[in-house]
């Protein structure tokens, strides 16, 4: 899926416009007599050479008008039925309908403009199963040093630990599939791209039917156990967490306004 911009230009379409030199965010590309020359330890494929390119000299797909996309109205629309999902059907989506929901990761914005995000899947009820085990295994140890008691009055979690003795899953709440965003210990904006990438996931759920959960429990449970680690997300660092599925419940009404506030400088 790497944007190659050296080997998709058409030297014969361009103009020498200048503008591809212009927006390149590395200082890539160079204006020499009169076409860009590519400098390719700098380039970094993000791609703004091309969208930007008025003779389209890169052959990409235009882009389409901004009322064909998605009206300011559609898209509250969306963020009023986006509510967070606890309770989901044990249906489990197939590996290429979670690939076509991923794939909107290709556009995710970043801030040093290379996407480079891995997410993790873990689908099934075994799967699941099996990233609680090392907490139940931690949680026995607590309550036998009498520790647990201890954490549970300060953190007031005194429930929520029960809860997990019992058998309840309270941490992935039986979700069907479990995301792990991860990105790249040397992204300058890492946690912030992978943040956007969740919420852009996240958002992109909704049209797939899906509900989704920002897991912050499990996040933070995250470093607490090697075992929920992968050799594939090695040198990366978790920025998200979102369990996923078919709801068993769906909101029926609109949620109330939250507070925010607006400061102008």
């Keep these: 899926m790497r944007f190659y911009p050296e080997g998709a230009f058409d030297q014969s379409e361009c103009t020498g416009c200048g503008i591809c030199e212009k927006v390149c965010p590395t200082g890539a590309i160079e204006i020499q007599n ?3 020359f590519f400098k390719i330890g700098k380039c970094i494929a993000c791609g703004h050479c091309g ?4 003779a389209n000299c890169f052959g990409l797909e235009r882009i389409p008008f901004p009322e064909d996309i998605c009206s300011s109205e559609k898209y509250l629309k969306l963020l009023e039925a986006r509510r967070s999902i606890r309770y989901f059907k044990t249906i489990i989506p197939s590996e290429e309908e979670i690939s076509n929901l991923l794939s909107v990761l290709s556009q995710s914005p970043t801030g040093v403009n290379r ?3 891995t997410v993790r899947v873990v689908m099934g009820s075994e799967a699941v199963e099996g990233l609680l085990k090392p907490v139940k295994r931690l949680l026995r140890i607590l309550d036998y040093t009498g520790i647990s008691f201890l ?3 300060l953190t007031g979690m005194s429930g929520y630990l029960r809860k997990l003795r019992e058998g309840s ?5 039986e979700a069907p599939v479990v995301l792990f965003f991860h990105v790249p210990r040397s992204n300058i904006t ?7 990438a969740a919420s852009t996931v996240m958002h992109h759920a909704v049209t797939f039917g899906y509900g ?5 429990i499990a996040e933070k449970l995250y470093q607490l156990f090697p075992s929920w680690h992968s050799s594939d997300t090695k040198g990366t660092r978790l920025t998200a967490v979102l369990c996923m599925g078919y709801p068993e419940i769906t909101p029926e009404w609109k949620a ?3 507070d925010y506030m607006i400061k102008w400088c």
Aim: net charge positive.
């Design 51 to 54: 969208v930007y390119c008025p």
């Design 115 to 117: 996407q480079r995000i």
């Design 212 to 216: 989704t959960l920002w897991n912050g």
């Design 256 to 258: 109330p306004l939250r």
């Design 190 to 196: 890492g946690r912030t791209d992978g943040v956007i």
């Design 151 to 153: 954490i549970g009055k």
């Design 34 to 36: 009169g076409y860009p």
């Design 169 to 173: 899953d309270v941490i992935f709440r």
